[in-house]
């Protein structure tokens, strides 16, 4: 099965050094700024300066917007630490409806810089990790399609990233993987921006972390999460036993 699996071009392997030289100054890049501002991105410092970044948000939206989409990308493109507290934050400052927009195309892009570089940049290391999960993921596409990526996406206990580079060595198409995990991604998104955007300050969220999120509502919507696959795998399954009940009672005796 492996050897099905979509490899490059020669002349994107002709590229490859290149493209590897630009990713390592991109890194070294990230590195250095987070080590430069690493402590201005914890919740603590931005509840210290919650009112400026509210009045600097205001003054400046669009360049708010760009910069937490950047980022977003960035943090869960690369599997950088970060990305629950940054969907709270940033449904915090931008409000439900707009970070549910925001948060769910940077999510679906940053995973798909993911799935691109697994697939063309990081291929052999990541055969050589995840080599033996990697049939199972295969024939599961293969007996399920699509729908084996959107019940992935759906179960917040599979790790987020790990799908990103695995789906990347499989026949996939890039499209299909986007628009898949655009779909599949959005209950989780909702259910985290919802938490983010109840809180009234960073301050209060800082203080008492995942603890002052819980409310009733926040539970019911996680139990809603866990139940929502079961419920689509049930229906899909249904449904496919009719449309071949349905095909079956069309052709009839011969």
């Known amino acids: 099965m492996v ?9 994107l392997r002709r590229r490859f050094p290149a493209r590897a030289a630009v990713l390592l100054l991109m890194l070294i890049l990230i590195g250095v700024a987070y ?22 948000m205001a003054a400046h939206p669009l360049t708010a917007y760009c ?7 960035l943090v869960t493109g690369l599997h950088l630490p970060g990305a629950t507290a940054l969907t709270l934050a940033t449904a915090w400052l931008f409000g439900f409806w707009r970070a549910v927009v925001l948060v769910s195309f940077a999510s679906t892009t940053g995973a798909t810089v ?28 293969e007996r399920e399609g699509a729908f084996y990526l959107f019940t992935l996406r759906l179960i917040p ?18 499209r299909t993987f ?4 655009q779909v599949g991604m959005l209950p989780g998104t909702m259910v985290y921006v919802a938490a983010g955007a109840a809180v009234p300050s960073l301050k209060q969220l800082a203080e008492e972390g995942g603890a002052g999120l819980i409310s009733p509502p926040l539970i019911a919507a996680l139990v809603f999460l866990g139940l929502f ?26």
């Open 3 to 11: 050897d099905d699996l979509p490899a490059a071009s020669p002349r």
């Open 35 to 56: 080590g430069t501002f690493r402590d201005r991105l914890t919740l603590a410092y931005l509840a210290e300066h919650e009112t400026t970044l509210r009045e600097w």
């Open 178 to 181: 986007w628009w898949v995990s």
């Open 157 to 174: 206990a599979v790790p987020f990233f790990m799908i990103n580079v695995v789906m990347g060595l499989t026949p996939l198409k890039t």
């Open 229 to 254: 696959p079961l419920a689509v795998k049930r229906g899909v399954a249904w449904w496919r036993r009719r449309q071949g009940n349905a095909a079956g009672s069309a052709a009839g005796p011969p």
């Open 67 to 73: 910069l937490a989409f950047a980022m977003y990308v």
């Open 114 to 141: 993911a799935f691109l570089l697994s697939r063309y940049l990081f291929r052999d290391a990541i055969l050589r990790k995840f080599g033996p999960q990697l049939g199972r993921f295969q024939e599961a596409l």
